[in-house]
Each structure stands twice: as structure tokens, then as C-alpha cells.
């Protein structure tokens, strides 16, 4: 069993951590509004901690799932930060979905001090990460993955080292991108099957033993033909998910004609009042033009 601690215990955060403890090991959580690391240590064992650096005073693995690039950067630099007290050969493995660029940038000032950092990213949502099943892609070295992975399957069906410092956050931009395809594809294709009147029940039934299937077929195809969207990941989420691996695209001169493409259609969703729907509301659009 590790000491370890949690930064950010939002909607992905708040489960993760409950399974780290669920396992055993000794969890300090925090959160920047401290009312909800209080409302984890009731449900779950463990401390909060006013600061991320008093979280990770004397931890062996510091956990983190954050908003965005400043937001991570809030909670580990700075004098209230956790590297100002995480020890030499300490861990700080980021499950926050950010740049690859800051990604590097705290590995470098991690090793500076001795402290391992490890960007992993998560996906599978807020289903997966309540379920213990969140498939984790990782960038850094291979000896501090391998002390952190036993700890970090306490909440995934799936830990894999990818490659070097960002690689992990560059693996998630991957899967974004895939996502964000399969859904205006899928979108489309229930609009058509609507608007001809065909049975919906039989025609995905028929389809989803083919070659389309996929998981947002199998999982979001009922909602999406009734309009129903108030759960899930957000589009918020996912433009600033895509708006990350555009600019990485930028940067490595790779063409994403679909993905500019559907990041426009997720803005028209965010224009309707849609930013907190889930990302399956890409046919509310084309249903309600």
C-alpha cells in the first residue's frame, strides 16, 4: 500500500481518488474548494489538505486530474504547489488531459528536483473513472511507470507506458480525435434513418453487427435519436480536448481537415446553450436545424 495524494476531486477526480482508498492505500486529498475535499473524507478514508503542497508532504505518488494546462500548472508550481514539498524520487502522475508541451516542460522541472512526473491522461469518462474501468496512456520513463502502475490500476481496466514525456497526452489527443469522427458520422447517419422513418430498433440492431459498430453506436445511439443529452462528457470538454490537438497538429504539420470541421459543429452545439452536453448532442443540430 502507497501514501499518496489527489489533486482535484471534480466529477473524474472525486471517484478516482474513492478507489485508491477503496484499495487501501493512504489518501490526502485536495481540492480548491476544500468544502468538497471535506464531503470526500466523509465518504471515503482519508485527510484533505488545505494546499496541494501540504497534500503531498511525505507522499510517495501524487495523482492529480485537473481542468487544464493552468490548472495544473496552480497546483504543482508555486510556493503552495506540490513540488515545493513532494521528496526526492517522489511521483506525480498527472491524469489532468492537457498539452504535451506542459507535459515536458514539469518533467524537466521535476527532474531538476528529483521527482519523477509522469503525464497520463484518462479515457472513459465519468462512467469509467466511477467504475474503476478508465483505460490510462502514459508519457514518461520506465522505471517510475513501473512503481505507479500497480497503484494507478486501483482505478483502470488499462495503464500502458506510450513513450517518452508527452506521449501519454498526445496518445489521449489520438483518441479524441477518433471520437469526435465516430459521432458527427454517427449523427448524421440516425438523421437520415429519422427523417426516412425507418424502425431505428431494427436498423441499428442490423447495423451494429457490422463493420460500423462502435462503441458510441452501442452506447449512445437511443439518446441521440430521443435528444436526450444532459449527462456525460461535455462538449466544453471536448472542444478544448480537440482545440489542444489541433494546436499539437499545428506544431507537428499534421492535417485535421475533419476534426476543424467538427469542432466548428461542436460550437454550434455550444451556441444553442449545448457546452454542457455530452458530445453524442452533435445531431441535436442537424435534428433542429
Known amino acids: 500500500m502507497a501514501k499518496v495524494a489527489f489533486l482535484g476531486l471534480g466529477v473524474m477526480g472525486f471517484p478516482m481518488a474513492g478507489h485508491l482508498a477503496a484499495k487501501g492505500h493512504d489518501v490526502v486529498v485536495y ?8 464531503a470526500w473524507t466523509q465518504k471515503h478514508k482519508g485527510t484533505a489538505a488545505k494546499t496541494p503542497r501540504e497534500a503531498a508532504q511525505g507522499r510517495e505518488i501524487v495523482f492529480a486530474c485537473v481542468g487544464n494546462d493552468d490548472d495544473l500548472r496552480s497546483v504543482v508550481l508555486g510556493d503552495d504547489g506540490a513540488f515545493a514539498s513532494m521528496g526526492k524520487g517522489a511521483i506525480f502522475f498527472d491524469n489532468t488531459t492537457a498539452s504535451a508541451d506542459i507535459a515536458r516542460a514539469l518533467h524537466a522541472e521535476g527532474k ?5 512526473f509522469i503525464d497520463a491522461p484518462v479515457s472513459g469518462g465519468q462512467a469509467g473513472a466511477e467504475n474503476g474501468q478508465l483505460t490510462v496512456m502514459c508519457g514518461g520513463e520506465q522505471a517510475p511507470f513501473d512503481r505507479s502502475r500497480p497503484v494507478a490500476d486501483a482505478y483502470a481496466k488499462a495503464v500502458t507506458l506510450i513513450g517518452p514525456p508527452g506521449a501519454g497526452q498526445i496518445t489521449k489527443m489520438m483518441n479524441q480525435m477518433c471520437i469526435a469522427g465516430i459521432v458527427q458520422g454517427l449523427a448524421e447517419a440516425l438523421n437520415l434513418g429519422q427523417r426516412c422513418g425507418l424502425d431505428m430498433e431494427k436498423a441499428l440492431s442490423a447495423i451494429s453487427k457490422g463493420a ?10 437511443q439518446n441521440m435519436i430521443n435528444g436526450k443529452f444532459d449527462y456525460g462528457f461535455a462538449v466544453d470538454w471536448m472542444r478544448k480536448d480537440l482545440g489542444i490537438a ?3 497538429g499545428r506544431r507537428a504539420k499534421a492535417q485535421m481537415p475533419l476534426v476543424a470541421l467538427v469542432d466548428q459543429f461542436y460550437a ?17 443540430p442537424l435534428q433542429k436545424p
Open 268 to 284: 454550434r452545439v455550444q451556441e444553442r446553450g449545448g457546452g454542457r452536453w455530452d458530445t453524442s448532442s452533435l445531431i441535436q
Open 31 to 38: 481540492n480548491r474548494t476544500f468544502s468538497k475535499a471535506e
Open 246 to 248: 489541433m494546436a499539437e
Open 212 to 221: 460500423a459498430q462502435s462503441w458510441q453506436m452501442e452506447n449512445r445511439w
Open 112 to 116: 531538476k528536483r528529483g521527482i519523477d
